[in-house]
């Protein structure tokens, strides 16, 4: 089955197990708008959990805020947003569709390097066990050809990007022959710089009307509290507000599911640090980052750093972590060194001193900010895309199964009595009354118990217990793990121990912290 068909499946999953579904969907849906579902509400809160714990609680020197989603209009233009925060879009004159220039590029530096890759593949064939890829790599021309027209398309591209010069831009698309995916024509109009922020009037009375924006980034809502949580708080550099929160994009090329919506969820955390130490901060947090991604073991290999060709109007260094979706490596987080940018025009607009007195240095300075910027819904996406597997098990029979990591499932622990009669619902829903203070658990009465077990193997319930006629007598259950499927009769006074081992907080955390 290829990629693209897995992610289809995916897709439907997640709508059919109740973890998203698209907006508005009776009225034929909202573009790139989707709804989080009863067991994606759960999965999404958890995955909050994890980040603010991480962030939040494990660190003395960061706390939280919660701004508002409104904000005084010009915030954006001391931001730049309102003058910068823009997309080069081109419009194929055929198809009438319209495409971000830089994408249609990348898009044609991924194929250049699909071919390379398979090339190295037929050379390993060819070759066999003598086969040296790095030799192979550095001398066949069909390969060598192919590196230097992907390298040389991404050079004239981030010079185009970073002199802000539409027309060269144009002209990369005009020269690597790029047609429209759709119409199939060259026929493209010129390149055109677009603002993704979305506006709406405050105040009731249109000619009153104030033009607000919905905010693109959470970032700015910290900015803007710097001085107050600093005061209030009592907090000495180097020191990080964190939060998390809703931003709104009005995103043209808006695909790939829940990876780039209009309306989406940020956690972003800002750290403010000394003038001159943002750079071993900047180090600091990428590599924290990244340390947090891999504790939630979805695999080491299925991220990569990308540091920033072209950097952010308010950037000293910029890089991505990036995720191995089912449509290749993409951005999942960002960590940007965001110099004294952001307080230093604040404080320019407004004329409020944004500055901090360092008792240490005996200076007052604007401090300079590390960010780090993370997706809530793109890491959601990671979550499931790693995890669904669709399984051919050892008799022949066949299960979907979310091995999503169990301190983040949805329901920890699905309770199930093997017939509906002779007391075994009432053990059950006692067992239930227990141990619901402690975890998610879900009750399950209904269909045989193989299609019960199957039903929480699709939604990543880590752990099943099934109470049968013996268990009035012993007080003891069968427990089944969700990816070994291994069944173990355990004490009911055990199952809080071993199903807090699986999934407590501390120890996932702990991870975190090494
Ligand atoms: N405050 C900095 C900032 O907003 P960004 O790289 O534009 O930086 C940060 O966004 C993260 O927000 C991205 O890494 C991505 O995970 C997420 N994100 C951005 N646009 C998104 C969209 N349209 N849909 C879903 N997630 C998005």
Redesign the pocket.
């Known amino acids: 089955m290829t990629q693209e068909d897995l992610f289809k499946n995916l897709i439907a999953h997640a709508k059919e197990y109740g973890f998203i579904f698209p907006s508005s969907e009776i009225y034929d849906g909202l573009s790139a708008v989707y709804d989080y579902g009863q067991l994606g509400v759960e999965l999404k809160n958890n995955i909050k959990r994890y980040w603010w714990d991480a962030m939040v609680r494990l660190h003395d020197n960061i706390v939280g805020i919660d701004s508002a989603i409104f904000m005084h209009p010009r915030i954006w233009e001391a931001s730049g947003h309102v003058g910068a925060f823009n997309d080069p879009l081109i419009d194929n004159k055929d198809s009438k569709k319209r495409y971000r220039a830089d994408v249609l590029l990348e898009e044609y530096i991924t194929k250049i390097e699909e071919k390379i890759d398979k090339e190295v593949e037929k050379g390993r064939k060819k070759f066999g066990d003598a086969f040296d890829e790095q030799q192979f790599r550095a001398t066949n021309p069909n390969v060598l050809r192919n590196v230097q027209k992907a390298e040389e398309v991404h050079s004239r591209m981030a010079v185009a990007l970073n002199d802000n010069d539409l027309d060269a831009l144009r002209q990369l698309i005009v020269d690597c022959e790029i047609a429209c995916p759709v119409s199939g024509s060259r026929n493209w109009t010129e390149v055109r710089q677009f603002n993704l922020m979305f506006s709406t009037q405050m105040g009731s009375v249109s000619e009153d009307a104030n033009v607000i924006y919905l905010r693109p980034?959470t970032?700015q809502g910290i900015f803007v509290n710097f001085l107050n949580v600093q005061k209030t708080g009592r907090m000495k550099i180097p020191f990080g507000i964190a939060q998390i929160g809703k931003a709104f994009?009005n995103?043209i090329v808006a695909r790939q599911f829940i990876?780039?919506?209009r309306e989406?969820e940020?956690m972003?955390m800002q750290f403010f640090v000394r003038p001159g130490e943002e750079i071993k901060w900047y180090e600091y947090w990428k590599e924290t980052r990244l340390r947090w991604h891999q504790s939630l073991g979805l695999g080491d290999a299925k991220y990569r750093f990308h540091n920033h060709e072209k950097l952010a109007h308010y950037a000293n260094a910029a890089a991505?972590i990036e995720f191995e979706f089912p449509f290749g490596f993409k951005?999942?987080?960002?960590i940007?060194s965001r110099t004294d940018f952001d307080l230093g025009r604040h404080q320019q607009f407004t004329g409020k001193k944004m500055q901090y007195f360092d008792p240490e240095t005996n200076e007052s300075y604007v401090p300079y900010v590390v960010?780090t910027?993370?997706?809530l819904?793109?890491t959601f996406l990671s979550v499931l895309s790693a995890t669904y597997i669709e399984e051919k098990l050892d008799n022949g029979e066949e299960r979907v199964v979310l091995r999503i990591p169990a301190v983040l499932a949805p329901i920890k622990l699905a309770i199930l009595p093997l017939v509906k009669k002779d007391g075994l619902p009432e053990k059950a829903r006692e067992i239930m009354d227990n141990l619901k203070f402690d975890f998610n658990c879900q009750y399950d009465e209904k269909d045989s118990i193989g299609k019960r077990y199957r039903r929480q193997d699709a939604i990543g319930t880590p752990y099943c217990i099934t109470i049968d006629h013996q268990s009035l007598e012993d007080n003891c259950v069968t427990i089944r793990e969700r990816d070994s499927m291994k069944q173990e009769r355990v004490p009911i006074a055990n199952l809080l121990t071993i199903v807090d081992d699986l999934v407590s907080w501390r120890k996932w955390l702990g991870k975190v912290t090494k």
């Open positions: 980034e970032a994009r995103e990876f780039r919506m989406f940020q972003e991505d951005e999942l987080e960002g940007h960010e910027s993370i997706g819904d793109r």
